[in-house]
């Protein structure tokens, strides 16, 4: 009984040491999970962040001391309707700028570009961008033309056009400020006569006239024959000559009687 209770004693403590340490590993595990768990989000946020910033860092600006003005010239438009523009054909539209400040500007490009119209950051169709780098006073304005041509393969067609005008102020800061970022149609043209239709029109002509050359030949055949046969039939029913007619056969009381 001693021996066993002694047995208890020595072995009692170890059970509670191991116990004890299991405890604090489990702690200890516990903590690190929940401060690596805190270093993912913060992580996670951080980057979050990152790719935030430069979507607002490209995002349009404009000058406080300039207004700018969008008109245009073909086709016209009404403000409140879509704008609709034709493929294939020139598109013109001026660009107004007011400098209402105390320095000058300078406008230097406008370009513009269609976009797919559920998400205007894919571009479907890029057009050129045409320096200006005209000088613009204080209290002034200026007005430049842009004219770009729709693809004739997006006829039937919405996209988004986006027109960007780029300027600068004196100091070399640099502006750029969206003018015109709507969905657009695109219609096709519906032209008088083209080269298909026009050589379409030839060949079919010249279909009809072959055809009336060979009728024209065919009744002249006609008619000929019938003249030759009249004249054959007239030559034929002249009658005969009473002369050459021999009345030997008959009786002398029928001659005599004739």
Do not use: C
Not at 39 to 48: S, T, Y
């Amino acid at each position: 009984m001693k021996k066993l209770l002694l047995v208890v004693l020595l072995v009692l403590p170890a059970i509670l040491f191991t116990v004890d340490s299991g405890n604090k590993l489990m702690t200890w595990a516990e903590d690190e999970l929940e401060d690596e768990v805190v270093d993912v989000e913060g992580e996670d946020a951080a980057v979050v962040g990152d790719d935030v910033e430069p979507e607002e860092e490209g995002d349009s600006t404009a000058s406080p001391d300039a207004d700018t003005y969008l008109l245009f010239t073909q086709p016209t438009h009404s403000p409140g309707n879509q704008l609709e523009l034709p493929a294939g054909h020139p598109v013109d539209f001026l660009v107004g700028f007011l400098n209402k400040g105390s320095d000058d500007f300078v406008i230097e490009t406008v370009e513009a570009s269609f976009r797919y119209p559920m998400d205007f950051n894919y571009f479907i169709q890029n057009f050129s961008a045409i320096a200006y780098n005209r000088e613009v006073k204080p209290r002034s304005e200026a007005t430049v033309l842009y004219t770009f041509i729709p693809s004739e393969h997006f006829g039937g067609r919405p996209f988004g056009l986006n027109i960007a005008l780029g300027y600068r102020d004196a100091s070399g800061q640099q502006f750029s400020e969206a003018v015109f970022n709507e969905t657009v149609m695109i219609y096709e043209v519906d032209e008088g006569l083209d080269g298909e239709t026009f050589f379409l029109y030839v060949f079919l002509a010249g279909i009809v006239v072959l055809l009336l050359v060979v009728g024209q030949q065919f009744l002249a055949g006609s008619v000929g024959k019938r003249k030759r046969g009249n004249v054959q039939r007239k030559t034929i029913e002249t009658g005969t000559n009473s002369n050459d007619v021999d009345y030997d056969w008959l009786p002398e009381e029928t001659l005599r009687a004739l």
